[in-house]
């Protein structure tokens, strides 16, 4: 059952390289046979002709450029609306039902919305975006100060902290873990909402890019732009669970004794 | 020893006590009050010829215009069989690969990286290469829906059969069950794990089905909100926002039934 | 007895308190006409059996919860946390915060209100009195359940209060951390003559650590029995505990508690 460390990253490794590999030989093989279907070194060529070209850089500069000021749009409203309506009872009673329907209405369905208010504007790819990545932090953060422990609050009586100290000293610190985990949904939710808008029609982006290429009849190059969406959502993904790690002190101690 | 118990059941007490403000709880549906008032306002003080914002009863009057060309309903039954086969064709692959990945001993875990990066690849990203690649058809939405809601229902499951409680794994084996038998036993103290992953993949799915359609004017209700979107037809633009909702909504009815009547064997869970 | 008391000895004067509770949506009587003074330095312990209602008369005196009578702290009428007073809740791992290492935790209730030198002395003095001077830079959920106990009680002894209200303190604690942790009570109480209300449904530890003792049983839950304790300041485990005064103290309130019961032997 466990595998040291060193070991199962090899693994780790081993299994993408793998699946690449028998991609490889069963289109080379004839084994699957699409017209359109590119192989991994096609890929690779298309990725290194891209980059060469400066495009690649441009496009995923936009695309991470938006997905990240739409984030931090979303994040700021969300924390507040959540922090807003969790702290008050009558209000949470009274807004709740709203706020669950418009957080489950189909956000793609949303996009034709944006696209008739905006049109195809950098203006569109934010709105769109923060939108989307603004629910899970609302909804978590609501959650989070609901879940602050009766004994916690009696606390901040008992010591007589002000209002204001409870919620920073107390409420606030014990919300974050389910607010963080509305944070880090909310980052994949922006970079994907950004990615359809540039597909549905904003000019730029890696959506725009992966378009066109689609359009041109260019395979390797989509194929290249699909693989460099997934990196980026991986790596932010990746560098958001780093920063949460290092910021909080039982998560690292964790971390220490794994 | 008495003291012992005594002690721990009022422990127990305590916490119970306190479970019951935890701020869990259904929302009342009082909340929808304010929504109601937003649209009332917008009825009532809208501008009649308002472009961005057609007032709501011209969004009805473009879901009627809609059924009366014949496009409601037939639209409507094309996006829910996509939705259907492939929450089906979901479940089915992500159970049986979630209960693989579950009981490999060696390392399942170092597979994470990899499921890692597939399950995170946009789905939107995906539609234009399965377009190209597999034709633009219903095969092809297929493909994609199910690729991008098999992840929630493969990995709830396998850490569902991680985290079987290793007196029930070692019954298993000690009754001697094997083969069929043994799997069914696992489906069954798998199954809120799964039924969880389904909760999470629904929404999903429905989305991802919709958004196929938007990309690649595939029939059904995506394709109606291209079109209304191209054509300008703000009206039908909210209208078609007020059907996929309410699509969304039975979407989440039907599974919070399901998950109602299979879960009342399981007990609370404590998750 | 009370009239040869001078007032300004008394520290809580309670009279025909009761407090009602809404659980599930039913209005219940939880304690019913509660009579009694709690005085100056003294440590009065409550006893009764669990779910009768001790927690929530602490909660009374510590003004979290609403009631009818009168309570009067020093001479005013008490509504709302009093200054002065500090609960050390049974639940610790709830009532300390696990994001802030124990000398954060400490300094909650007097951070920014006092100036910074005076208020990192405080700590440490508090922090010392409860030995835990090696762990000034761990996290709760590092130490032990008697270790986070301690955290608790130095916070609360950080706010300099005048009288400490302990809820089963003890309560979910093994029985030698237990043992530990009283005689540590003693000690501080000593040291900070501070006033002490004590609840638990451990007869021994009621006994052991009160200089006077009420039972608190039935329900709606009333005063049934009160009782001197007069053991004196210093207290020994073993040879307090094996005293012929401590066994007959114990064996009056276990008569008593039985009595309570209307005969009927208490099992569970």
Known sequence: ?258 | MTLQTANTHSVMIRKSRHKSNDGKGVAPLVGLLPLAALLLIWQVFGNPHSVFFPQPNRWFAAIDSLRQQGMLWSSILATASTFIQSMIVATLIGTALGMALGSIQWGGRALDPLLDFLRNLPAAALVPAAAIVLGTNTKMALVIVVFSSVWPILLNTRSAILNLSPVLSSSITNLGLGGFRRSSVMIGSALPGILLGVRVAAPLALIVTLLAEFITNLPGVGALILSAQQNFNSAEVYALLLVAGVLALVVNSIVSAIEASVLHRHGPTTS | MPELIKQDEVVYQVLDLSVNLRRRGQERVILESLSFDVLKKECLSIVGPSGTGKTTLLRALAGLVPYSGSVKFHGETLNGPASDVVLVFQDYVNALLRWRTVQKNVALGIEGRIPKEQCQERIDEAIETVGLQNYRDSYPWELSGGMQQRVQIARALAMKPKVLLFDEPFGSLDAMTREGLQDELLRVRSVFQTTCVFITHDIDEAVYLGDRLMLLSGSPASLTFELDIPLGASRNQILTKESGEFLGYRHQVYEQMRKAHGGSQATG
């Open chain 1, 1 to 258: 059952m466990a595998v040291p460390k060193r070991q199962a990253r090899l693994i780790g490794w081993i299994a993408p390289t793998i699946l690449v590999g028998l991609w490889q030989l069963s289109i080379v093989t004839g084994l699957i046979r699409f017209r359109y279907f590119p192989t991994p070194v096609a890929v690779a060529r298309a990725l290194h002709t891209l980059a060469v070209s400066g495009e690649l850089y441009k496009n995923t500069a936009h695309t991470v450029s938006v997905t990240l000021i739409a984030w931090v749009i979303a994040s700021v409203l969300g924390i507040a609306i959540g922090l807003v309506v969790g702290l008050s009872v009558p209000l949470w009673k009274g807004v709740m039902a709203s706020i669950d329907v418009l957080r489950s209405l189909p956000i793609i369905a949303l996009v034709p919305v944006g696209v008739i208010i905006f049109g195809f504007t950098l203006k569109l790819e934010i709105v769109i975006a923060a939108y989307a990545a603004m629910w899970p932090t609302v909804v978590n953060t609501i959650s989070g100060v609901r879940q602050t422990r009766a004994e916690l609050l009696d606390v901040g009586k008992m010591l007589r902290l002000s209002t204001i100290e409870r919620l920073r000293k107390l409420i606030f610190p014990s919300s974050l873990p389910l607010i963080m985990v509305g944070l880090r949904l909310g980052l994949g939710l922006s970079l994907v909402l950004t990615v359809v808008s540039e597909i549905v029609g904003t000019p730029k982006g890696i959506g725009n890019a992966l378009i066109s290429a689609e359009q041109a009849l260019h395979p390797g190059q989509m194929f290249a732009y699909i693989l460099v969406v997934g990196l980026v959502g991986y790596l932010l993904n990746g560098v958001f669970l780093y920063l949460a790690h290092f910021f909080s002190p039982e998560e690292r101690s964790r971390g220490m004794a794994k």
